[in-house]
Nanobody, 121 residues
Framework: QVQLAESGGGLVQPGETLRLSCTSS????????IGWFRQAPGKEREAVLC????????YYNFFVKGRFTPARDNAKNTVYLQMNSLKPEDSAVYSC??????????????WGQGTQVTVSS
């Protein structure tokens, strides 16, 4: 069973950066496709982007393309979400999820608890 844990969220001002981490103590993440998702209060969860085990990246949300970038550090068994030029509308709980399938299939079976990101002046 894959267990995921996110960290790195916080309160930042518009235009600032955050780097979120997704790690696992039960699975080797470089063998999994990892997706990032977010959910704002009162809204449905939305898909942000995905990185597969070959480091292919698929953006599900084109409003973050150019500002958000995923990356892997296999030595640390961690997948990062680098978020630059943050906007208030990026505020949400961010979660990572894992699948053995492709990014396009979006068949994510395991989810982390999430980390809160708040962008406000």
């Amino acid at each position: 069973q894959v267990q995921l844990a996110e960290s790195g969220g916080g309160l930042v001002q518009p235009g600032e950066t955050l780097r979120l981490s997704c790690t696992s103590s039960t699975a080797t993440l470089d063998l999994w496709t990892i997706g990032w998702f977010r959910q704002a209060p009162g809204k449905e969860r939305e898909a942000v982007l995905c990185i597969n085990m070959h480091n292919y990246i698929e953006y599900y949300n084109f409003f973050v393309k150019g500002r958000f970038t995923p990356a892997r550090d296999n030595a640390k068994n961690t997948v990062y979400l680098q978020m630059n030029s943050l906007k208030p509308e990026d505020s949400a709980v961010y979660s990572c999820a894992a699948t053995k399938g492709s990014c396009s299939a979006r068949d994510f079976s395991t989810w982390g608890q999430g980390t809160q990101v708040t962008v406000s002046s």
